[in-house]
C-alpha cells in the first residue's frame, strides 16, 4: 500500500521562480519539506526513486507535486502523463503551476491529469496568496485515499 509522505516536490527550473516559490512557502508557513527538482528527468527519477534517488522507497509519494510545464530534458507535461500512467504514482495531486496562460497548455494539461492549473503572477503578494491558498486545500482540506 502506498502512502503520502509530508513532502512537496517542487518542479522548477528558474532560479528565481524556485526562490520565489520557497519564501512563499517559508512565509505561508506551510511545514512540508520541500524537494526541489530542476527538470523533468529529475522530477520522474524523486517520483520514481531512480538516479540519484536510488533508494528511496517510491511507495512513500509526495503528498502534492508542483509542476512547472516549460523544463529542460523533460516537459511537465510529460512528467504529469508518466505519473499518471503508473499505478504507483497516478494518484498523487499535481498542480501545474505555471507562467503560461496558454489556454492549449491548460486543456493539455487537465487531459493529462491535471489535478489543477494554477499561472504565477507576477507580483509576490499574490504569488503568497495563491501558495497559501494552495496549501491550505491540498495539504489541509483535501482528502486522499491514502490520508486517512
Not at 522548477?12 to 530542476?38: F, Y
Not at 499505478?87 to 497548455?105: G, Y
Not at 509576490?124 to 486545500?137: A, D, I, R, S
Request: net charge negative; aromatic share 8%; proline share 4%.
Amino acid at each position: 500500500m502506498h502512502a503520502y509522505n509530508t513532502t512537496i516536490l517542487l518542479v522548477e527550473d528558474n532560479p528565481d521562480d524556485e526562490a520565489l516559490a520557497l519564501r512563499a512557502l517559508k512565509k505561508t508557513e506551510i511545514q512540508n519539506d520541500v524537494i526541489v527538482a530542476r527538470d523533468g528527468q529529475e522530477a520522474l527519477d524523486y517520483v520514481f526513486a531512480e538516479g540519484k534517488f536510488e533508494g528511496r522507497d517510491i511507495n512513500d509519494c509526495p503528498r502534492l507535486i508542483l509542476l512547472d510545464i516549460k523544463l529542460p530534458k523533460l516537459s511537465g507535461l510529460d512528467v504529469l502523463k508518466n505519473i499518471r500512467k503508473d499505478n504507483r504514482t497516478q494518484l498523487i495531486p499535481v498542480v501545474l503551476l505555471t507562467s503560461s496562460d496558454e489556454a492549449r497548455d491548460m486543456i493539455e494539461g487537465y487531459r493529462s491529469g491535471a489535478n489543477s492549473f494554477i499561472s504565477k503572477p507576477v507580483d509576490f503578494n499574490e504569488f503568497v496568496n495563491q501558495v497559501k491558498t494552495l496549501g491550505k486545500y491540498w495539504l489541509g482540506i483535501n482528502k486522499t485515499p491514502y490520508t486517512h
